[in-house]
Nanobody, 121 residues
Framework: QVQLVESGGGLVQPGGSLTLSCRAS????????MRWYRQAPGKQRELVAA???????NYADSVKGRFTISRDNDKSTVYLQMNSLKPEDTFVYYC???????????????WGQGTQVTVSS
């Protein structure tokens, strides 16, 4: 069984920084693209940043220049460094990863449980 466990959310003042982490565990044969999404209550989940297994990245326009996605393949972990945070960055942040588990022929998308980020003075 594959699991994604997130950590690092919390309350931060405008202009501050936070780093989110998401570690994949279980019977992982291959760890492919990893992504961060965010969602407000009653709204659609939106893609924030993505990173391929080779390290190529892309970002939503709203976070370019402020957020950095990275990964440590040895630790099966993806990070989201968030700088210059704004009140409009207040969301629940979700980790997503495309993973092929052992004994499965195809990869599937897995989700973390979500972590709240609140930017407020």
């Amino acid at each position: 069984q594959v699991q994604l466990v997130e950590s690092g959310g919390g309350l931060v003042q405008p202009g501050g920084s936070l780093t989110l982490s998401c570690r994949a565990s279980g019977s992982i044969a291959s760890l492919n693209d990893m992504r961060w999404y965010r969602q407000a209550p009653g709204k659609q989940r939106e893609l924030v940043a993505a990173i391929t297994s080779g390290g190529s990245t892309n970002y939503a326009d709203s976070v370019k220049g402020r957020f950095t996605i990275s990964r440590d393949n040895d630790k099966s972990t993806v990070y989201l460094q968030m700088n210059s945070l704004k009140p409009e960055d207040t969301f629940v942040y979700y980790c997503n990863a495309n993973i092929r588990a052992y004994r499965f022929a195809r990869a599937s998308d897995y989700w973390g449980q979500g972590t709240q980020v609140t930017v407020s003075s």
